[in-house]
């Protein structure tokens, strides 16, 4: 018999209010081409008044386990992925365990910024396989707007708000039913610190007693990514035995179109099979791999039965990737 963390069910969450670069270039010196040609950023979402990452996270997750079948008591954990927390602490998990009614579940929240949800699933995924719980609801939700400078035109047009969420269930399969039975197959994840100083967030409680704002050095960003991509991509390629040929889609982190195309061109890929809403959601850090992953799923691309990859790399810098069959 084989155990594999099978996915039930997907959800969203954004804020009302939508800002275009048209919007942006009546407050920043930019322009809608100038935006669109670096990044393919159309618009993103920006969170409003009584709108948290604690909000959206729940309403990601309560559509997650409508979408299962499911009712919160059925949850056994939330791993939520963030790095704009509601609070220090508690965990921004626990006040969305609460809202949700998720009675029965343990809830803590994981930093690793644009891998974020990567390092929540492979953690849900390990957990149910350790008897930690039955089922799991895996969230990644930012408000970036919060820690954004808008005064950095290099910055602050790259990043939105918003919430994805998935729902897990441990099942078992004979093993001949290795090939075809749905579930994570396999998830690699790295860290480098080495790299603190090029996509970072200058405050801290424990260092300026501030929040801070963002702050990123693009060009080496870029290039760290379209290898470690890459890299990882090929990694969990070699480890479960499958080629690039065989991915029906890749759900990537989406934080540029050039990086999303020039990932899928070292690896030989076509562009027609990676999933891309970065042109509406812009980059939502650890919400941009669920957000997508929902979107592709409910309008039909992502199909029951497809191989498929998700990719993510942010600051630290952190970076994974996760095959699945869905």
Same mark, same amino acid.
């Not at 670096?38 to 409508?66: F, M, V, W």
């Not at 929240?109 to 149910?128: P, R």
């Not at 592709?296 to 998700?310: E, H, N, T």
């Given at each position: 018999?084989?155990?594999?963390?099978?996915?039930?069910?997907?959800?969203?969450?954004?804020?009302?209010?939508?800002?275009?670069?048209?919007?942006? +270039?009546?407050?920043?010196?930019?322009?809608?081409?100038?935006?669109?040609?670096?990044?393919?950023?159309?618009?993103?979402?920006? +969170?409003?008044?009584?709108?948290?990452?604690?909000?959206?996270?729940?309403?990601?997750?309560?559509?997650?386990?409508?979408?299962?079948?499911?009712?919160?008591?059925?949850?056994?954990?939330?791993?939520?992925?963030?790095?704009?927390?509601?609070?220090?602490?508690?965990?921004?998990?626990?006040?969305?365990?609460?809202?949700?009614?998720?009675?029965?579940?343990?809830?803590?929240?994981?930093?690793?910024?644009?891998?974020?949800?990567?390092?929540?699933?492979?953690?849900?995924?390990?957990?149910?396989?350790?008897?930690?719980?039955?089922?799991?609801?895996?969230?990644?939700?930012?408000?970036?707007?919060?820690?954004?400078?808008?005064?950095?035109?290099?910055?602050?047009?790259?990043?939105?708000?918003?919430?994805?969420?998935?729902?897990?269930?441990?099942?078992?399969?004979? +093993?001949?039913?290795?090939?075809?039975?749905?579930?994570?197959?396999?998830?690699?994840?790295?860290?480098?610190?080495?790299?603190?100083?090029?996509?970072?967030?200058?405050?801290?409680?424990?260092?300026?007693?501030?929040?801070?704002?963002?702050?990123?050095?693009?060009?080496?960003?870029?290039?760290?990514?379209?290898?470690?991509?890459?890299?990882?991509?090929?990694?969990?390629?070699?480890?479960?035995?499958?080629?690039?040929?065989?991915?029906?889609?890749?759900?990537?982190?989406?934080?540029?179109?050039?990086?999303?195309?020039?990932?899928?061109?070292?690896?030989?890929?076509?562009?027609?099979?990676?999933?891309?809403?970065?042109?509406?959601?812009?980059?939502?850090?650890?919400?941009?791999?669920?957000?997508?992953?929902?979107?592709?799923?409910?309008?039909?691309?992502?199909?029951?039965?497809?191989?498929?990859?998700?990719?993510?790399?942010?600051?630290?810098?952190?970076?994974?990737?996760?095959?699945?069959?869905?």
């Amino acid at each position: 018999m084989i155990r594999r963390s099978v996915l039930l069910g997907t959800g969203s969450g954004l804020p009302a209010r939508v800002v275009t670069n048209a919007d942006l +270039a009546t407050q920043i010196e930019t322009s809608d081409d100038w935006i669109v040609d670096r990044t393919g950023i159309r618009q993103r979402y920006i +969170a409003g008044e009584g709108e948290t990452t604690a909000t959206l996270a729940t309403d990601a997750g309560r559509k997650a386990i409508e979408a299962a079948g499911l009712t919160p008591d059925d949850i056994d954990v939330i791993v939520l992925a963030t790095a704009t927390p509601d609070q220090t602490f508690p965990s921004t998990a626990s006040k969305v365990q609460s809202a949700l009614g998720c009675k029965q579940a343990y809830a803590f929240d994981v930093a690793a910024v644009c891998s974020g949800f990567l390092y929540a699933l492979g953690t849900a995924d390990a957990l149910l396989h350790r008897g930690m719980g039955k089922r799991a609801l895996v969230i990644g939700a930012e408000t970036f707007s919060r820690i954004l400078d808008w005064e950095d035109r290099t910055t602050c047009v790259l990043f939105g708000d918003g919430a994805g969420a998935m729902v897990l269930e441990l099942r078992e399969f004979p +093993a001949d039913q290795a090939d075809t039975a749905p579930g994570i197959i396999a998830t690699k994840l790295h860290t480098d610190g080495e790299h603190n100083c090029l996509l970072y967030v200058d405050g801290g409680p424990s260092t300026t007693q501030t929040v801070g704002k963002l702050r990123m050095k693009g060009r080496e960003v870029f290039r760290h990514a379209v290898v470690n991509l890459a890299d990882v991509l090929t990694e969990v390629l070699s480890e479960t035995g499958y080629a690039a040929t065989d991915i029906d889609w890749v759900v990537p982190h989406q934080a540029n179109a050039r990086i999303l195309d020039a990932t899928a061109k070292k690896l030989g890929l076509p562009v027609e099979r990676m999933v891309k809403t970065v042109d509406i959601h812009a980059n939502t850090s650890a919400a941009s791999v669920p957000l997508a992953f929902d979107v592709a799923f409910r309008d039909g691309r992502i199909k029951s039965g497809d191989l498929v990859m998700l990719e993510a790399m942010g600051g630290g810098f952190t970076w994974g990737a996760s095959l699945l069959r869905a």
